[in-house]
Each structure stands twice: as structure tokens, then as C-alpha cells.
């Protein structure tokens, strides 16, 4: 009991003092706020589709990159920034930093979405950007071209204020993250890796600020990812993730993610019954295609499945293929990998971690009523393709997601309202800013914890 009314995980740095930067104002004018959303909404416009890894609307990409120089002057005419497109399409951007002793960081997103079909169902045509009740509706508004825009947004707002980092940065944006990101990302990376870099940080897209879709929580979130395969629930961030979250949850919730040392296993029974919970417990599977038969009245010789695997953190690769393999034991039933790689490293998220901390710091700033925790992001993004180039990656971005919006991500009706969007941009200039800090303060921990 005294643990469950104790327990606040990571609160340390709340108390702590910050070193001081000179922070400048984003006072953004009504101007101002209609030009950066005509901004977005172009982008929007621009039917920048990956079908497949040799099939994209590469007319769409270029007319991006145009649309891109064309509203982000400061950012393309700066001495502070150098920019190269990689791959013919994607872009990175180093913008030069006054401290050369201070490692930078590095901010990805991507400009490239899945199809969208107007017949499917949407409000609003998939490509139109209309504004409906306060939200524009189109593909690639939530995944990822708010990142895309917001980012550069807000170095655009920074540079005519005036703004020279302390610390360095780069800017990463591919082109064909939907299939794989071998020829942006990829050749990013390899650009980097080629100069000596090495990063403190790297952000990108992944989970969000979720509001009521957590059973049980007490306000928003963000969260920074017959024969079952076995639960892990406990082996990974996950654990962290609830007793990050512990407090902000009512009785008898409450009690239990206090104190999962005694909880784990009915915990994990539970989540495992939702389907969108199942992988904080165990690596998932799905059956994406299946292949068999070729008349109604006559038995199939021949029957092949594709199956799309989540693997959990405390997992590898070959552990997995190994219990299929042993599950099936039927020498009848061919295994063949189509394609695969193991789950990323868990990134630190502890009070030294420069990353995290500023991240966390930026949103509490901005939305005191969010609670902060660290996650599994279930999805792969480009961020995989940077591996060699820091030991923490952070997927996340400041969009909130209410019941029923996590369906619109690769659905029908994908939105972001004009408020979200705007939060977006403060929230990378305030980021950028806040990581100009050479060092965290020290760690207040042992004054709060039990």
C-alpha cells in the first residue's frame, strides 16, 4: 500500500534546475497560423504514394521537394543549414550548431503514404485537405507529413527569429518509408556514417499522446511502441510503461501497476485478451495472405500462408522461427523467410538520458496534464536504418490520438485537427531549443522515491 500511493516513477527531474537557455518566444500571429496550416494542407494535396518498392509516384515527390523550397525559404537560403537530397527524393538537412564538443541530435519523419481510395468511405476525397469541424482530413496527416511540415515549420519560425543552435542538429526525411525505406533512409544513414557522425539522439515517428484509450488512466498519455507464442510481459519496456502510468490510474488499477513485482501474471492474462494490448505480452502474429484451392469441389494440393510477425524485445528473430518451427513439427510444412530483422535495442530512459529527458521535458512544458512513459512502439519505422548512429532512438511525436483515431493510421478518414497540427510545430521549436543544454541537472530521485 505504502508503494501504491508512493510510486511516481521518473520524477525527479521536476524538481530539479535546468540549465538556462535563451529561449525564444513562438508567438505566432493569426497570419502567421493561416499560412503554416495552407502550408500543411498543400502538402496534403500532394499525392506522394508508395504502392510498392518499384512503384512510386516519383512526379508527386518532386513536386514535393518543389513545395518544400517554395514555403520554406529560410531553411533553404540559410548558411546554418546545409541540405542534400539523398536517393534522388529524400532530403537531409545538418544545421550547424556554435559548440563543436556537443554531440547533435537528428529528427526524421517521411514524405511518402499509403494509397487512399475516396470509394472506401471517406468524408472528405483522401487528397482534398478539407477542413471539416476543425480537422483536415487526408492521407498522410497523421502519418507523417505533420512531422514532416511541423518539423521544418518550426526551423523556419526559429531561423527568422534569429535562432543559432548551440548544439548541431540533422533533419532526416524520407521518401519511401511505407516500403521498407531502402533507398531513403538507407543511403541517409549511409551519408552519416560516411562523415564520422555520431548522434545524441534520434526522434521519429512512433506512438503519441493517448487520450482515453488507456482503460482505467486518468487523463492522457504519451507513450514513447491456439497456440500462443509464449507471454514476455515484464521482459521488455512494458513493465515501465504501467508503473510509469501507476498513479494516474483509480483504485483498484492503481494497486496493481504500483506493484507488478505481485500482479505481472494476472496483468498479462488481462492485456492479452485485446488485441490491441496482446503485443505488450508476447510477439503476434497475423495471417496476411492466404492461398488454396483452385475449384470449390475439389481438395487443394498445395496451400501457402504469409504470416506478419511482431517480435516482442525480449525476443530475436531465430528464437522465434525456432518455436514455429518446433509448433508445427510437420515435415510437410515448408518455413521460408520472406524478410525479417530482430527488434530494435530498448533505448535508455532513465533520469541521465539526455534524450529522453528533453523530450519529456518539452511535453510537460507544454501539456502539464500529460503523464510520460516509455513504450513499445508495435510499428517499424526508418529510425531502424540508423542503428549504428546513436544507441538511443525515440519514436514519438506530439499527436493525440482519442477513441476510434488509432483506426484512421493506413484507414479510411485519416485526420489531424488544425489545433494538434499547430501543437505540432511549437512542439519541435520548443525542442530544438531545449536541447541546445549542454548536460541534464542532477537526479532528484532518492528525495521522492519511498
Same mark, same amino acid.
Given at each position: ?9 521518473? #520524477? ?11 529561449? %525564444? ?20 494535396? *500532394? ?15 518532386? +513536386? ?46 517521411? %514524405? ?23 480537422? *483536415? ?39 519511401? +518509408? ?20 555520431? #548522434? ?47 498513479? @494516474? ?6 494497486? /496493481? ?14 492485456? +492479452?485478451?485485446?488485441?490491441? /494490448? ?46 514455429? =518451427? ?7 510444412? @515448408? #518455413? ?22 528533453? %523530450? @519529456? =521535458? ?60 499547430? +501543437? %505540432? ?5 520548443? #525542442? ?19
Amino acid at each position: 500500500m505504502s508503494r501504491t500511493f508512493t510510486l511516481k516513477e521518473n #520524477l525527479g527531474l521536476q524538481f530539479a534546475q535546468w540549465e538556462n537557455t535563451t529561449i %525564444i518566444s513562438a508567438d505566432i500571429s493569426k497570419q502567421q497560423r493561416e499560412v503554416l496550416l495552407a502550408n500543411f494542407k498543400a502538402a496534403i494535396r *500532394i499525392p506522394s504514394v508508395s504502392f510498392s518498392q518499384t512503384h512510386q509516384n516519383t512526379s508527386a515527390l518532386r +513536386e514535393f521537394d518543389q513545395l518544400l523550397r517554395r514555403v520554406f525559404p529560410n531553411v533553404f537560403s540559410s548558411s546554418l543549414v546545409k541540405h542534400e537530397v539523398v536517393g534522388n527524393y529524400s532530403h537531409l538537412f545538418t544545421v550547424l550548431g556554435t559548440d563543436p564538443e556537443l554531440v547533435p541530435y537528428m529528427l526524421l519523419a517521411h %514524405i511518402d503514404v499509403v494509397p487512399a481510395n475516396e470509394v472506401d468511405g471517406w468524408e472528405a476525397p483522401p487528397f482534398s485537405a478539407k477542413e471539416l469541424n476543425g480537422f *483536415i482530413y487526408g492521407r498522410g496527416t497523421i502519418d507523417n507529413k505533420q512531422c514532416v511540415m511541423g518539423i521544418l515549420q518550426a526551423v523556419e519560425y526559429l531561423l527568422e527569429r534569429g535562432y543559432v543552435p548551440r548544439r548541431g542538429f540533422y533533419i532526416g526525411l524520407g521518401h519511401d +518509408e511505407e516500403v521498407y525505406g531502402y533507398n531513403g533512409a538507407v543511403n541517409i544513414a549511409k551519408v552519416l556514417k560516411s562523415g564520422g557522425v555520431k #548522434l545524441q539522439y534520434i526522434l521519429d515517428e512512433g506512438l503519441a499522446v493517448m487520450d482515453g484509450i488507456i482503460t482505467g488512466l486518468n487523463g492522457p498519455a504519451a507513450l514513447l511502441e491456439e497456440s500462443p507464442m509464449p507471454r514476455l510481459f515484464g521482459y521488455g519496456p512494458e513493465q515501465s510503461t504501467f508503473e510509469h502510468l501507476a498513479h @494516474k490510474f483509480q483504485f483498484p488499477l492503481r494497486f /496493481m501497476m504500483s506493484n507488478l513485482w505481485l500482479f505481472n501474471p494476472l496483468l498479462s492474462r488481462v492485456m +492479452e485478451r485485446r488485441p490491441d /494490448m496482446n503485443a505488450f505480452v508476447r510477439t503476434t502474429t497475423a495471417v496476411t495472405m492466404f492461398n488454396s484451392g483452385v475449384k470449390v469441389n475439389v481438395l487443394p494440393s498445395h496451400a501457402e500462408a504469409f504470416v506478419n510477425l511482431r517480435i516482442h524485445p525480449a525476443q530475436t528473430l531465430q528464437e522465434v522461427l525456432d518455436l514455429i =518451427k518446433s509448433t508445427i513439427s510437420d515435415n510437410r510444412v @515448408k #518455413l521460408e523467410l520472406v524478410d525479417g530483422f530482430d527488434s530494435l535495442p530498448i533505448s535508455s530512459y532513465d533520469e541521465q538520458s539526455f534524450g529522453y529527458q528533453i %523530450i @519529456k =521535458k518539452t511535453l510537460l512544458d507544454m501539456f502539464p496534464q500529460v503523464t510520460v512513459a516509455p513504450s513499445i512502439c508495435i510499428g517499424n519505422t526508418d529510425s531502424r536504418h540508423y542503428m549504428d548512429l546513436t544507441q538511443d532512438i525515440y519514436r514519438f511525436n506530439p499527436t493525440w490520438l482519442r477513441p476510434g483515431e488509432p483506426e484512421r493510421i493506413h484507414g479510411i478518414n485519416e485526420r489531424m485537427s488544425v489545433q494538434n497540427y499547430e +501543437e %505540432i510545430v511549437l512542439f519541435y521549436f520548443q #525542442l530544438i531549443q531545449e536541447s541546445d543544454i549542454r548536460i541534464l541537472p542532477p537526479s532528484h530521485t532518492g528525495q521522492h522515491e519511498l
